[in-house]
């Protein structure tokens, strides 16, 4: 144990950023509480709210998720014969018939897992008001993780300097903090975490092969994290399926000599990934058979790209969603793009891979105009988070780096003080 409590483990870097996480978590639960005193407010009577105060989606995704627990058919896909759920969240009777196409059970067993350990009694009394917001808590968790897993990626590639801006960025995101916090919004956060994990777990994997032991046995700690993450970007959202085929195109790309071993790995990884994405429906081949059936893997719709007129309300939409995304990206984005462009010096793996899927996955949020198409914008932000710092932390390595590194801790506190501010706006209603 003394080898794995080290300096380079457990150092100021990662108690730096466990403050950061911190205070990000803090963000997000202040968000949680406001929303959930200002509905609890807006009702007159407050047992009404188990069944209208909250919003459909969401009261709809507890009770099945909680149905599904308790053996009362699948969430999204369940049997013909199934009794309706006896949840008291949402009225889902007339919809035992129906599939969800956009996503499996995962996300509706996470947002009523909380509750396993909850008396049913206490569900249609007044006490649903002081712990309904355990809900919120894995999409809360989601956030923390797919911000630890920035930090680590970012200061793997781009050192402590990058990883800090990255997870400053990301702390410090208006929208990031919202999809945490589930907050008016489809709880994304969960497969934007899956897609960020499986991407770069992919590359990690990828640079194993170069080491001269036995490929598949030794990677097979990073094969299941990649199979749990491709699970959980498909299982949260079909349409996520694009980075199980992107997964593997990195993995032949970053190890072209050992392409057959990549190939291996990325199959053990999607078995992995299948078992797990059955196992969300509690192994009913049935169900699991009548959900892929009726499931939306590729919903794009290219027609969109053909005509003039959708270019300029996206960009109109990018403009404004850029200063939601993250205040600072008004200004860091252009200085990243443009460097990017007439400094070679930039133009490396660490930051184009990044850059990359962060431009396929904003095309693929453009091309879906229904649910989809949020799942994939909110995706990318991680991996614009990533590019920008790494493209920022090579401006702070030139000979006017005090000057870059002075400019950018003000833009970055600039960022802190107005998410803040904005947050003390929410809570004020």
Not at 244 to 271: E, N, S
Request: net charge positive.
């Amino acid at each position: 144990m003394s080898g794995y409590f080290t300096r380079e483990r457990f150092g100021r870097p990662q108690f730096l950023a466990g403050l950061l996480l911190l205070a990000f978590l803090a963000q997000a639960s202040w968000l949680v509480k406001a929303q959930w005193r200002l509905q609890w407010s807006s009702q007159s009577e407050p047992r009404s709210h188990i069944a209208t105060g909250a919003e459909e989606s969401e009261g709809e995704r507890i009770a099945t998720g909680w149905s599904q627990w308790h053996g009362h058919g699948i969430a999204g896909a369940p049997y013909p014969d199934a009794p309706a759920p006896a949840a008291p969240f949402a009225d889902v009777s007339n919809s035992k018939d129906d599939y969800d196409t956009e996503r499996s059970p995962l996300l509706p067993l996470v947002s009523a897992a909380p509750l396993l350990a909850m008396p049913e009694r206490w569900w249609n009394s007044d006490s649903f008001a002081y712990w309904g917001w355990l809900t919120r808590l894995p999409f809360l968790a989601c956030g923390v993780f797919l911000g630890a897993s920035l930090w680590y990626v970012a200061r793997r590639l781009c050192g402590n300097h990058g990883g800090f801006v990255a997870l400053a960025l990301y702390c410090f995101s208006p929208a990031m903090i919202q999809a945490s916090a589930v907050w008016h919004t489809e709880p994304e956060i969960v497969a934007a975490w899956g897609a960020f994990g499986a991407i770069f777990t992919a590359i990690a994997v990828a640079h194993t092969l170069y080491a001269p032991r036995e490929v598949v046995l030794w990677n097979w700690r990073r094969i299941v994290l990649l199979g749990v993450s491709l699970a959980i970007a498909t299982g949260s959202q079909f349409s996520m399926i694009v980075v199980v085929p992107l997964a593997l195109a990195f993995l032949l790309y970053v190890a072209p000599v050992r392409r057959q071993a990549g190939v291996v790995i990325w199959l053990a990884a999607c078995a992995v990934g299948f078992v797990l994405l059955f196992a969300a429906y509690f192994f009913h081949p049935h169900a699991f058979a009548g959900s892929m059936r009726h499931a939306v893997f590729w919903g794009a719709t290219w027609r969109a790209f053909a005509i003039p007129g959708v270019y300029r309300q996206v960009a109109a939409r990018l403009v404004a969603n850029v200063s939601w995304v993250c205040p600072a990206f008004v200004l860091a984005v252009p200085v990243a793009l443009v460097t990017y462009v007439v400094w070679p010096r930039t133009r490396y793996f660490g930051n184009t891979a990044p850059l990359s899927v962060a431009l396929l996955l904003l095309m693929l949020g453009m091309a879906h105009p229904h649910l989809g198409g949020a799942g994939f914008f909110l995706a990318a932000v991680p991996f614009l988070f990533l590019f920008v710092a790494g493209v920022l932390a090579d401006l702070m390595e030139t000979s006017y780096g005090f000057l870059v590194t002075a400019l950018i801790f003000s833009l970055l506190a600039t960022n802190t003080v107005w998410c803040l501010v904005a947050l003390v706006r929410v809570g004020q209603g």
